[in-house]
């Protein structure tokens, strides 16, 4: 009997220490249900984007909902929205003429605008009927033997919104994108370009010329300047391109920076001396028939050949050209300020790009090389001066925005982070501050519009309003005489505010990461004026979707709340134990934390459908949204300074959930989350076990100068002589490759020219010198976004985390079918 119930005892126990053992399986079928592909069939629109028209406050959209496309005019004075158009009725008539089927339905319509009577709309319907390309002539002249060559036919109509009567366009021209070299002055007179890195410009008659054919030899160009040379030039610089790229394009017209004054007679171009700036390359090793090389000027940080920025005016009238004297700081960066586009200009084939100023004078910035001194300047044309209006220093960098001028040029609007957070200032054209405009421990962020009869500022901001995610942006207005802050859009959510040039209507789109997303319309006080939209969200919850949930945690210091998302497999069990994973971006430009709904799951809601709960979460020196100090919190220490935060919210969400096993943590980012998710496997090893890190700027020493130089710092020295140069030092990823524990896969494009290929590489490098195992995958052909590998990234990542945190062994099969499913195999 004894032995009988030890017997008993043991397999008991035997059984129990199997089932804790016991290997978790991958769901993929649960995280293919949700592929991008599939996601184009169950999220539609989620928000109203407006396109208010000329001469009223109407505007129109497109919303699409599981039940097709549906175009609307709404009309806010009269508290109305009705179908731009009868949908049936219209396919109808587009069947006729196309001698295509279609049905109101599925009627798609590309590039509609309303002409300028705001009675007629312009749209084109791409046939299945295959026509002779326009520029079939100029292939056959290059390629005798070439077969023709077809596309197909792209109709254009306007239909009649009183009469409801569609006409075919027959003559239509081509494309404006066809001709975005071309920069359009004010009062379309004159074109200019830029043209083997010189200068010139061409009369309206000409371009029309070349708007019909670009080959034609008879079109007369205007040269301005003949000192334009390689990487000096005047023009685009053509990045992106391989060597055989830039042999073809070279006597192409490019389009040339240069913004215009009111009266179309002179303009300003800023110009790049890049000449003793080092190459740097990438290789394209799956061209055919053989591989390219492409190479482009890159300044990394610390290095003392850095590109010179210059400005130049022109006048037609005159016709001489001059570089303006206005420099201020060793390798200092400049930006001319344009004027800010109308809301209503967005339908507008072309918009001219002027100067900010009047006829007399144009502002720009003046920002020194650690970002430390930023002045806001002038240049007088009258008098050739340049006129100092705002000066701002810190100890740190500094952030900025371009000045609104208001009440005729006389005052301008300037955002700054003095007082340590970021706020409005008027100030008076002689550069005299008169007030400042909003004030508190909350951020503002942008300006919505400027009514300047009203005298009214609308803006952006977040972090005011107590009791709500500090991350939540509302839409304000506040008076430019001083005064309370009105807030215009309440609700605990996030809002997105897209306001008429009058600023008497704005649309509001809000949610949550837990809400579906609403439209509605509101009035320059914040009163409702009508509900527009509620997002067409059926198809996803009836595939299972369920809603991430937002969470608060401390900071490692104890005392900063931070801010994060969780998301569970939609087939969450509370009694089981989870690995968890962090998909982290650190910043400090940013957080990859969303506060409204998306519809992007790859990296968070779908890799938890494998069997993990994942989260993102912030950092001390993340999002810009908070107090400076916040946000330069990592500043002198961009390696390590958001670990110990992400690592506190490990420790304190295990404590509140069982579910959460605390002994299978993973971590993944791309690009500084990339840098950052390896930085995390590096120091604290003993509790981040897994990490994919794809794109990851492992080397800020190697990375682009205005990112690296910025957020970690460099220091200004001068000598006793006066001479200025700069030290910039920063800690590696590859320095502590000695420490690698855990699991650890690479992940790059192999034409990666925003975060080189060589981050990755040199990571590789150091880790097989200190004898550890790692993976390596290497996207051939692939920038920097992974492009059409994404989704092949995505399951190679799956497999890593099912493989290393789940206990999954079982080798996938060499086909991915959960991708290959949502393509029909070819040949």
Known sequence: MKH????????????????????????????????????????????????????????????????????????????????????????????????????????????????????????????????????????????KSKKDSMEKKTFVFHYNISNQQLSEITDAPKDPERTSWAN????????????????????????????????????????????????FGYGSSGRGEDNEEMEKNKDKRKRAGVLWNEASNEFVISRSDQRKVKDLWVLHSTRDPRPTLETYKYPM???????????????????????????????????????????????????????LGDEDEFYFGITSRDLKKVDIARWNLSSGTKEVVIEERSNTYIDFARPELVNGGEELIFWSERDGWGHFYLYGKDGTLKRQLTSGTFHTDRVERVDEKARRLFFVANGREKGEDP??????????????????????????????????????NYSRVNTIPVSVLHDRNGAKVMDLETADLTNLFAAGYQFPEPFTFKSDDGITDLYGVMYKPFNFDSTHQYPLIQYVYPGPQTEAVDKAFSARLDRTDRLAQFGFVVITLGNRGGHPGRSKWYHNYGYGDLRDYGLADKKAAIEQLADRHDFIDRSKVGIHGHSGGGFMSTAAMLVYPDIFKVAVSS?????????????????????????????????????????????????????????????????????????????????????????????????????????????????????????????????????
């Open 695 to 827: 794109a990851g700027n492992h080397e800020n020493n190697i990375y682009n100068r205005w990112w690296s130089e910025k957020h970690h710092g460099v220091k200004e020295q001068i000598s006793a002589k006066g001479d200025t140069t700069f030290i910039y030092q920063i800690e590696k990823n590859p320095d502590l490759a000695k420490n690698l524990k855990g699991h650890l896969m690479l992940s790059h494009g192999d034409v990666d020219n925003n975060v080189h290929p060589a981050n990755s590489i040199r990571m590789a490098n150091m880790l097989m010198k200190a004898g550890k195992r790692f993976d390596l995958v290497l996207l051939p052909g692939q920038r920097h976004g992974f492009g059409d590998m994404t989704e092949y990234f995505f399951w190679r990542m799956g497999d890593y985390f099912v493989q290393h945190l789940l206990g999954d062994n079982t080798p996938p099969p060499v086909d991915m079918i959960e991708m290959q499913r949502d393509k029909p195999l070819s040949k």
């Open 301 to 355: 940080p610390g290095d003392k050949e850095q590109p010179v920025e210059y400005i130049y005016h022109y006048s037609f009238g005159t016709k001489e050209i001059k570089s303006l004297p206005i420099s201020s700081f060793k390798d200092q960066t400049i930006s001319i300020y344009s004027t800010p586009a109308p809301a209503n200009a967005r339908d507008d084939d072309f918009r001219a790009s002027t100067w």
């Open 4 to 143: 009988t119930l030890f017997a008993l005892v043991f397999l008991l126990t035997l059984n129990t220490v199997f089932s804790q053992d016991q290997v978790i399986k991958g769901n993929y079928e649960l995280a293919a249900r949700f592929s991008p592909e599939k996601m184009k069939k169950m999220v539609f629109s989620t928000s109203v984007s407006p396109h208010w028209l000329k001469k009223s406050d109407r505007f129109w959209y497109e919303y699409k909902t599981s039940t097709g496309n549906n175009w609307y005019l709404v009309d806010p004075a009269r508290k109305s929205k009705s179908q731009l158009f009868d949908k049936d009725k219209l396919a109808m008539e587009i069947t006729k003429i196309t001698k295509d089927p279609v049905d109101g339905q599925h009627l798609e319509l590309s590039d509609l605008k309303f002409l300028e009577d705001e009675n007629t709309i312009r749209f084109k319907i791409k046939g299945t009927e295959e026509v002779l390309k326009k520029d079939w002539a100029e292939i056959k002249t290059k390629d």
């Open 184 to 231: 359009i002055a004010p009062d379309s007179s004159k074109i200019v370009f830029a043209k083997h890195n010189n200068l010139y410009w061409m009369d309206k008659a000409n371009f029309l010329k070349a708007v019909k054919d670009e080959k034609d030899s008879t079109i007369v160009e205007n040269q301005i300047t003949e000192d334009g040379v390689e990487d």
């Open 471 to 508: 991350y939540y942006e509302h839409l304000y207005s506040v008076s430019l005489d001083g005064g309370a802050i009105t807030l215009l859009n309440k609700g605990d959510l996030n809002h997105s505010s897209d306001m008429n040039d009058a600023g008497s209507f704005f649309v509001n």
